[in-house]
């Protein structure tokens, strides 16, 4: 099974650099990457084994659970085998438990990991039902912000009592859609994703809210646990 996240429409590119001069040395800072590419196009499991077991910590929370969907906390795992390259894994896919489990891979020959399409196509799935909306539509609007609107900056991730060096992506999809009048305050949608070269998987964080008055109207995301129950 292949997540409908699919990897092909986008390429690397580089959105530009920042200099620093030190010391009177001039020092190049990182290139700061595309988001589509940083997110969709590295080799995020060719630094895993086979039989790792990445664990992901979901939660999510509503401010009203018939207007924007359940709230509910759980645990997606990805199970690795080896694939058909040293650089790819074959991922079994346990998304949830009990009555929330959902069927979902297993996925064959990935470089990429498939928790970040998991993550979206649930949230996405969630946001059609509620407003009787066409999937592609939310779809549609966060590849796009992605594409030209994503703010990239430098971030540090903890792990195992360390930082790794990483990157923070930001989106607001929704902020100018023509249609955000119908949303009930979910235009302010705000998605933050963490990554890092060095994490098992380099997906650390996945976090999307929205505001409310005295409490988030959806706060909804997914940790990497290094050292899960």
């Not at 997540?3 to 580089?14: E, G, I």
């Not at 059609?128 to 030209?148: G, Q, W």
Request: neutral net charge; hydrophobic residues 40%; glycine residues 6%.
């Amino acid at each position: 099974m292949n997540s409908s996240f699919d990897r092909s429409p986008w390429r690397p590119c580089l959105a530009g650099s920042i200099f620093l001069a030190l010391a009177g040395v001039a020092h190049a800072a990182p290139a700061i990457p595309d988001a589509a590419t940083l997110l969709f196009e590295e080799p995020q499991l060719d630094k895993t084994s086979a039989n790792q077991v990445l664990t992901y910590a979901y939660h999510r929370k509503s401010a009203d659970d018939k207007l924007y969907g359940a709230s509910f906390e759980d645990t997606i795992r990805l199970t690795l085998d080896k694939g058909e390259t040293p650089q790819t894994r074959t991922v079994k896919v346990q998304l949830f438990s009990g009555s929330n489990r959902r069927a979902a891979g297993p996925f064959e020959n990935m470089s990429g990991n498939p928790v970040l399409s998991l993550f979206l196509e649930h949230h996405i799935g969630v946001l059609a039902e509620s407003y009787r909306a066409n999937p592609r539509y939310f779809k549609t609007a966060i590849r796009v912000a992605l594409r030209d609107k994503a703010e990239v900056k430098p971030a540090e991730i903890p792990f195992e009592g360390r930082t790794l060096p990483g990157w923070r992506v930001t989106i607001q999809p929704f902020s100018d859609d023509p249609n955000k009048a119908r949303l009930n305050g979910l235009d302010t949608l705000r998605y933050e994703f963490l990554v890092a070269r060095d994490l098992p998987g380099e997906i650390a964080r996945i976090e999307v809210s929205a505001p409310g008055k005295n409490s988030p109207l959806l706060d909804e995301g997914i940790s990497y646990e290094a050292k899960p129950d």
